[in-house]
């Protein structure tokens, strides 16, 4: 069965660093691209960051030149490097892979950036 495991949340202060993995098994189709995305307490998901096949990358300007996304095509894996993070960072942060036909969610990891 499909199975997006995402790893490396947990609680940082201010200022600093934290690596998110989520790892993808199971996926019948091609995978394009995979992304993080982040919901906070009381507002909508939004996207963080989303990287293509090829490596493309796109970031939210609130994490540009802080955040980088990475992936490992033959591992199936997306990793998420978070450094300089802030207390706005705080969020269950989500995997996100899309293929040709659907697309596949994580079950979400918690980041929690105190001040």
């Known amino acids: 069965q499909v199975q997006l495991v995402e790893s490396g949340g947990g609680l940082v202060q201010a200022g600093g660093s934290l690596r998110l993995s989520c790892a993808a098994s199971g996926i019948p189709f091609s995978i394009n691209a995979m992304a993080w995305y982040r919901q906070a307490p009381g507002k909508q998901r939004e996207l963080v960051a989303i990287i293509s096949s090829v490596g493309s990358t796109n970031y939210a300007d609130s994490v540009k030149g802080r955040f980088t996304i990475s992936r490992d095509n033959a591992k199936n894996t997306v990793y998420l490097q978070m450094n300089s993070l802030e207390p706005e960072d705080t969020a269950v942060y989500y995997c996100?892979?899309?293929?040709?036909?659907?697309?596949?969610w994580g079950q979400g990891t918690q980041v929690t950036v105190s001040s």
């Open positions: 996100y892979v899309r293929t040709m036909v659907r697309t596949y």
